[in-house]
């Protein structure tokens, strides 16, 4: 597992009508990374994550996750990941326990209420569990999609832009929900467009550009590729997110 | 083949649990047909000839049973649409389940609800007179026919569900199939209409169900009204599914 990547993509391309939105990525993620895949709006980041979780077929080029080819073995792929797109998947009609319970049946686990009750206890929605999923914060609901897509443990997790649209606080929940998949092992590729957000959660950073990966590699292997750091001192005032943070607290929103 | 099964369960559930936290969707499903048949019945009813002996809410009803199910499956598009509109189809769709099971929950919860709006509808009935001496076996037919209609309507829907690209016009297609049973025997015998409507009228499927129920409730032979309608039936079932399938493929892939 350690050896062969947990993503692979070779010469991947993928059109819209005239717009060739995917020219050729070559993409390699190793197993129990966080890579995160960088880009403007519109790079392709999206297509690329919807090519790699099965949901769209690519026009050319290769691309295996978990070592299944997405394209003549989707459904093994299926199998061993979970995507969680730009808009929280849950059904707001459902409780938090109802959705998760629907998940884990779905994955076919030996105990579905069990699994959901641990997840809601892990992603401190316990309480919320029995509230329908319409009732909550936009944090508290990306936090059930991300328990949502954790159901049954995938070695692979892709998080399309996991933390548009939350604030401060949320943001800092989901980061501490990614980091603890990766430390249980887990392959997390993750989009944003937040340069921040990959410096903190990341090791691996991949850059799509005009249809390409134009760069791959550690995070320290990419700011190597920066100019040389000239040493200045600069007094630096608290940023405007330490004050927000600071003002409305570290504690939980539920 | 079990993992089908259990994922198309699981989803169903999750479908019928959608219609149970709103039953007002069956409310109104069943309110359109109940309105056409006090307002025909009386109001309209005393000026309608009907050949058939009995009283005119029991020459009705087939009718107002037919417009309930059109009406009921404008909810089976808006819960397809629901789902696709919002993230959750795409989650579905990245699990490792059974495609089809997406498509068969949703069809089995449309029978549900509409089961449910039909039992409503002829209560009502019931409550305004309307009386069958007809016994267990022509009931079974009239439901396996309205069951039949039911699956037909049904497959049709997820087309616009699967299709449509707002709240508003997915449940704007139930609208003609609603307002079809009155171009049919259903609420005025066909004899009056000017030519060319009766010619529509005779020749459209829901003229022979409308027939068939109409005799097996009234303890006559159905006979050729009863092949036709379930050929009918069948046939646009056939129909709808293939093209609901058609599309679910160009769509999603």
Same mark, same amino acid.
């Given at each position: 597992?350690?050896?062969?990547?947990?993503?692979?993509?070779?010469?991947?391309?993928?059109?819209? /009508?005239?717009?060739?939105?995917?020219?050729?990525?070559?993409?390699?993620?190793?197993?129990?990374?966080?890579? /995160?895949?960088?880009?403007?709006?519109?790079?392709?980041?999206?297509?690329?994550?919807?090519?790699?979780?099965?949901?769209?077929?690519?026009?050319?080029?290769?691309?295996?996750?978990?070592?299944?080819?997405?394209?003549?073995?989707?459904?093994?792929?299926?199998?061993?990941?979970?995507?969680?797109?730009?808009?929280?998947?849950?059904?707001?009609?459902?409780?938090?326990?109802?959705?998760?319970?629907?998940?884990?049946?779905?994955?076919?686990? /030996?105990?579905?209420?069990?699994?959901?009750?641990?997840?809601?206890?892990?992603?401190?929605?316990?309480?919320?569990?029995?509230?329908?999923?319409?009732?909550?914060?936009?944090?508290?609901?990306?936090?059930?999609?991300?328990?949502?897509?954790?159901?049954?443990?995938?070695?692979?997790?892709?998080?399309?832009?996991?933390?548009?649209?939350?604030?401060?606080?949320?943001?800092?929940?989901?980061?501490?929900?990614?980091?603890?998949?990766?430390?249980?092992?887990?392959?997390?590729?993750?989009?944003?467009?937040?340069?921040?957000?990959?410096?903190?959660?990341?090791?691996?950073?991949?850059?799509?550009?005009?249809?390409?990966?134009?760069?791959?590699?550690?995070?320290?292997?990419?700011?190597?590729?920066?100019?040389?750091?000239?040493?200045?001192?600069?007094?630096?005032?608290?940023?405007?997110?330490?004050?927000?943070?600071?003002?409305?607290?570290?504690?939980?929103?539920? | 083949?079990?993992?089908?099964?259990?994922?198309?369960?699981?989803?169903?559930?999750?479908?019928?649990?959608?219609?149970?936290?709103?039953?007002?969707?069956?409310?109104?499903?069943?309110?359109?047909?109940?309105?056409?048949?006090?307002?025909?019945?009386?109001?309209?009813?005393?000026?309608?000839?009907?050949?058939?002996?009995?009283?005119?809410?029991?020459?009705?009803?087939?009718?107002?049973?037919?417009?309930?199910?059109?009406?009921?499956?404008?909810?089976?598009?808006?819960?397809?649409?629901?789902?696709?509109?919002?993230?959750?189809?795409?989650?579905?769709?990245?699990?490792?389940?059974?495609?089809?099971?997406?498509?068969?929950?949703?069809?089995?919860?449309?029978?549900?609800?509409?089961?449910?709006?039909?039992?409503?509808?002829?209560?009502?009935?019931?409550?305004?007179?309307?009386?069958?001496?007809?016994?267990?076996?022509?009931?079974?037919?009239?439901?396996?026919?309205?069951?039949?209609?039911?699956?037909?309507?049904?497959?049709?829907?997820?087309?616009?569900?699967?299709?449509?690209?707002?709240?508003?016009?997915?449940?704007?297609?139930?609208?003609?199939?609603?307002?079809?049973?009155?171009?049919?025997?259903?609420?005025?015998?066909?004899?009056?209409?000017?030519?060319?409507?009766?010619?529509?009228?005779?020749?459209?499927?829901?003229?022979?169900?409308?027939?068939?129920?109409?005799?097996?409730?009234?303890?006559?032979?159905?006979?050729?009204?009863?092949?036709?309608?379930?050929?009918?039936?069948?046939?646009?079932?056939?129909?709808?599914?293939?093209?609901?399938?058609?599309?679910?493929?160009?769509?999603?892939?």
């Amino acid at each position: 597992m350690t050896t062969t990547p947990a993503v692979r993509t070779v010469g991947l391309t993928k059109s819209y /009508a005239d717009l060739a939105v995917l020219r050729g990525v070559d993409l390699s993620v190793p197993a129990g990374s966080i890579c /995160a895949l960088l880009g403007r709006n519109g790079a392709g980041k999206t297509t690329l994550v919807r090519i790699l979780s099965t949901l769209l077929q690519p026009d050319g080029g290769t691309a295996t996750v978990a070592g299944h080819d997405v394209v003549t073995a989707p459904g093994r792929v299926r199998e061993r990941i979970s995507l969680t797109g730009q808009f929280a998947a849950v059904d707001d009609v459902l409780t938090g326990r109802e959705n998760l319970v629907l998940v884990a049946r779905l994955r076919r686990v /030996a105990a579905p209420t069990r699994v959901a009750d641990d997840l809601l206890d892990r992603f401190s929605l316990t309480e919320a569990g029995r509230r329908r999923a319409a009732t909550y914060s936009g944090g508290m609901r990306r936090r059930l999609d991300l328990a949502m897509s954790l159901v049954a443990d995938p070695p692979v997790v892709f998080l399309d832009e996991p933390t548009t649209g939350l604030d401060p606080q949320g943001r800092h929940e989901v980061w501490a929900a990614v980091r603890d998949l990766a430390r249980g092992g887990t392959t997390v590729l993750l989009t944003t467009q937040h340069l921040e957000e990959a410096e903190r959660l990341a090791d691996r950073v991949a850059v799509l550009h005009e249809g390409r990966v134009v760069v791959d590699g550690t995070l320290a292997e990419v700011q190597a590729l920066a100019p040389p750091t000239t040493v200045e001192q600069v007094p630096r005032p608290p940023s405007l997110e330490d004050v927000f943070l600071g003002l409305t607290g570290a504690q939980e929103s539920r | 083949m079990t993992t089908f099964v259990r994922a198309t369960a699981a989803l169903t559930g999750r479908s019928l649990t959608h219609v149970r936290r709103s039953p007002d969707t069956i409310i109104t499903t069943a309110l359109t047909p109940v309105a056409m048949m006090l307002l025909f019945v009386y109001v309209f009813g005393s000026a309608i000839q009907t050949p058939s002996p009995g009283r005119y809410v029991d020459y009705l009803l087939p009718g107002i049973l037919l417009m309930t199910v059109a009406s009921s499956i404008a909810y089976t598009a808006y819960r397809l649409f629901m789902d696709v509109d919002g993230g959750i189809f795409e989650r579905f769709r990245s699990l490792p389940i059974a495609r089809s099971a997406l498509l068969w929950s949703h069809v089995l919860t449309s029978v549900v609800a509409t089961s449910v709006a039909l039992a409503l509808v002829v209560l009502v009935a019931v409550v305004m007179g309307f009386r069958s001496g007809a016994g267990p076996l022509a009931w079974l037919a009239v439901a396996g026919i309205l069951l039949l209609f039911t699956l037909a309507l049904t497959w049709l829907a997820l087309v616009p569900g699967l299709l449509a690209t707002s709240a508003d016009a997915v449940s704007g297609f139930a609208f003609p199939l609603i307002f079809l049973p009155f171009v049919s025997s259903a609420f005025v015998p066909t004899d009056g209409m000017p030519t060319p409507v009766r010619w529509f009228a005779e020749h459209q499927p829901v003229t022979p169900i409308v027939e068939a129920m109409r005799s097996l409730y009234a303890e006559q032979p159905a006979g050729s009204d009863l092949t036709l309608a379930v050929t009918w039936c069948l046939g646009l079932l056939l129909v709808a599914y293939l093209l609901a399938m058609r599309t679910y493929r160009r769509r999603f892939g």
